[in-house]
């Protein structure tokens, strides 16, 4: 006769499998990463996903490993599935066996099969130095390749990240890195070996490097900080490109006027202010994620949402470079546009500035090509689209901020006195040696510009500062209406940073 208590060896040989991948690399290597000020990769997994929501895939695997070195699984954010990887610095320093990168691999099939979010928390060696060969078996990163554009991908460097593993970052649509992460193609001491040079790891690719390089997009403290910075990005984005964002359940922000913006945009075109100023005053509750703030400054990327619903905002912002276009500032957005336009985040564009940064230094950083960049993936945009131009735009630099017409705006805004053209009058008067009478000509057809523009509907219309926030709420409603079929990704995958 069958009995249940036949089952006890075997369970019991399981639960002792599972106890042993479940104590990573052992209570003095743990102990180690905690004396660090960093938390193992299991205490990540359990402080990124909802209390209790962890299911792992593949504890068993690596045999003698613990879990080969990466814990991964499924679990939810918010009430929402996503999949997670998290690599275990303490077990053999994070590195990828053959066990590891077929978990790898099955991990991000599941997040694309199941289309939901894929998380990689990074800190590891990259591939391990085993002798085995892998022979004809895929790697990961064709996997987590095919994810984008088609779940979001997001990654934490929250160590050391070399080699192999480091390569999800630059595949991510948003990478995080907290104050003790670095992440280089090769470690210092392969550095040293390779070309001779001695350096820290800080040196080689810590955050200074990172973030300035455009690889990294935000820094945080450390890793709690950076594990709640990614459930805040994701609360933007629907699960999958096949859904739509999310709209806010409990917005209490409703219609309302934005009076601070008559103090906080001077009249004078030559002062300058802080466009994040402008966004605390228009968004829902002054509520909103910069993404990327410590590169290309002189555009503002963010997050937010309008009457409860998730939009990408692409900013100049005048406090910097006067709001000029740079290199740095186009490839931000281009990313940043080619991500949101792939979820079907309404992308709103407030434009001021003089144009496209010139100069031989922002020539030999290629500003065409990052601006030419910028203006396709803007163009190519399926998402709805609003723009406002606040006091200027000149030139390419109104081009790649999607001023022009007949580019699939759902609405054009302007405040009255914005002025346009292919250069400022001073600019202008100067390039065609005009004499007073010419030059004044030009300034008086320079105050009257936005109003040109509108006798012509250039604009849709001119909007007092005041009727900002209600203007583009509208508009996005409005634009969501027009949702009559189900969501279904785009044909070109986000840019990669």
Known sequence: MPNARDWDDT???????????RRLG???????????????????????????????LGTLAGGDVPADAIVAGSGTIDGRPVMVGAEDFTTLGGSIGPASNAKRYRTAELALRNKIPLVMLLEGAGFRTTGETHGRSPTDLLMQSRCSGRVPVVSAVLGASAGHG??????SDFCVMSQRGAIFTAGPPVVRESTGEVVTKEDLGGPGVALSSGLVHNLTADDPDALALIRRYLSYFPSSAWSYPPTAANSSDGPRLTPELLELVPRDHRRVYDMRDVLDAVVDEGDWLEVQPAFGQSVVCALTRFGGQPAAVVANNPSHLAGSVDADGADKAAHFICVADAFHLPLVFLADNPGVLPGSQSERKGVLRSGARMFVAQTFA???????????AYGFGSVVMSLIGFDGQVATYAFPGATLGAMGAGASSEAIRADEEVARALREAEAQASYRSASGLGFDELIDPRETRNAIVQ???????????AAEPVLRPPITP
């Open 166 to 171: 480091a390569l999800v970052a630059p595949i």
């Open 382 to 392: 399926t998402s709805p689209k609003v723009h406002l131009t606040l006091r200027k």
């Open 11 to 21: 369970l019991g040989d399981l639960d002792d499998r599972r106890q042993r991948a």
């Open 26 to 56: 052992g209570p003095d290597r743990v102990a180690r990463q905690h004396d660090g000020g960093k938390l193992d990769a299991r205490e990540r997994v359990g402080l990124l996903l909802d209390p209790g929501s962890f299911s792992e």
């Open 475 to 485: 508009a996005l409603a409005r634009a969501a209406a027009a949702r009559q079929a």
